[in-house]
């Protein structure tokens, strides 16, 4: 049986990744998380923590004490774990260099003390910056554009450099924007629908045009699991994207969730832009479908359809989500100032 360490495992992607790899009893899963924010054990149910092949540790990558600690215990590293909000990276990067880049760096540090099968670093699109050719492949230049993306695109290169250099079995992803259930409420879908469902703005920064392509999470994960089942002689050293080839834009989403549920297109307020925003990312497919046989399943009409539907059964998750003094307070101060610079334009 292997066992995996799972950084940032009690987020959106890891704990669906989580959920993924725990089907095949070949595995066992330590899922290491700080529980920041956007941390959250109501992501795992109880078959998940039941489950012998699986143990939570609370704690912080760039804590070397522990990572010292669990690194012993594995074979494999997948890392999630990051600050992942644009805009809070606007506002703060401080935590964004310290767990994006320090922490990636303290784990790779600690991967390379002993010989192991393989460290996956859970890269972004958001590091190649908006697109300069499409569909943008694995050698679009590397120019991100706000904070998070620059710490992600440092970890990114630190990941490569330790196999470049050291010749560690590491192999980066950069997942295109995922979505789907358990993703925390500020990020732009589930902001959507839980707006819409409380009759709350939609809020849209600038034109609204700017285009993304979206990856629905269970198809993310299943993508990874490829990742660990491969052998790792045959992925060392690669980095693939996780796209569609597939883009919609903010308004098109904003039309989606708004008609599912008969709300008025009234909801939408425009709002000035966000600083450094990417304005397009679309994903070649070519190579992940080449070296992993792999490719999104769930059409992104479908995929939205179902995450509605989340949300909509799973009030239970996010309205206590929202209700917190934490949430409440980025909420105001973010769009409260973002509002005054829209109205200042005026
Ligand atoms: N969501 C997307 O669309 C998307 C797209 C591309 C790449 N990614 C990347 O995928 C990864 C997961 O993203 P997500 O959307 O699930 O994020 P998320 O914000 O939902 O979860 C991040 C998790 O990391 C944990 N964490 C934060 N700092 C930590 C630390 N210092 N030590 C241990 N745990 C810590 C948090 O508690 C949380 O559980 C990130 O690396 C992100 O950059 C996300």
């Known amino acids: 049986m292997r066992t995996v360490l799972v950084t940032g495992g009690a987020g959106f992607i890891g704990s669906n990744f989580t959920i993924e790899l725990l089907k ?34 609370k704690g912080d990558i760039a804590d070397r004490s522990v990572v010292e600690k669990v690194m012993k215990r594995v074979d494999s ?29 303290i784990l790779l ?104 392509d979206w990856v629905y999470v269970k198809d993310c994960a299943q993508a990874l699991k490829r990742i660990l089942d491969i052998s790792a002689d045959k992925i060392k050293g690669e980095v693939f994207n996780l796209g569609s080839g597939k883009e919609y834009d903010v308004l098109e989403i904003a039309g989606i969730v708004l008609d599912y549920f008969n709300k008025p297109r009234s909801l939408i307020k425009k709002i000035a832009d966000r600083p450094g925003h990417v304005e397009r990312l679309i994903s070649d497919t070519k190579k992940v479908k080449k070296i992993l046989g792999w490719q999104v399943k769930t059409e992104f009409n ?11 059964e799973n009030k239970w998750w996010w309205e206590k989500i929202r209700k917190r003094k934490e949430y409440q307070q980025f909420y105001n101060g973010w769009y409260g100032s973002l509002m005054k610079v829209t109205q200042s334009k005026k």
Do not use: C
Not at 88 to 96: E, G, L, Q, T
């Open 24 to 57: 095949d009893k070949n595995y066992k899963v330590i899922v290491l998380d700080k529980l920041t924010y956007a941390g959250n054990l109501d992501n795992f149910s109880d078959e998940v923590t039941r489950n012998p092949r699986f143990e939570f540790i």
């Open 77 to 105: 590293v997948i890392n999630f774990a990051a600050e992942t909000h644009i805009d809070r990276s606007i506002v703060n990067y401080d935590p964004f260099v310290q767990t994006d880049f320090i922490g990636t760096y």
């Open 109 to 212: 540090d600690e991967f390379r003390k002993k010989t192991r099968d393989r460290f996956i670093q859970i890269s972004t699109s958001e590091v190649y910056g908006s697109a300069q050719t499409v569909p943008m492949t694995e050698t679009h230049p590397i120019s991100p554009q706000s904070p998070y993306a620059a710490t992600k695109a440092g970890a990114d290169r630190m990941a490569y450099s330790f196999y470049k250099t050291y010749h560690l079995p590491i192999v980066v992803v950069r997942p295109f924007n995922n979505y789907g259930p358990n993703q925390y409420p500020e990020k732009l879908i589930p902001f959507f629908i839980a707006n819409a469902i409380e009759d709350k703005p939609l809020y849209v920064y600038g034109s609204g045009k700017n285009t993304r």
């Open 302 to 312: 479908k995929g939205i359809v179902e995450t509605i539907k989340w949300y909509e």
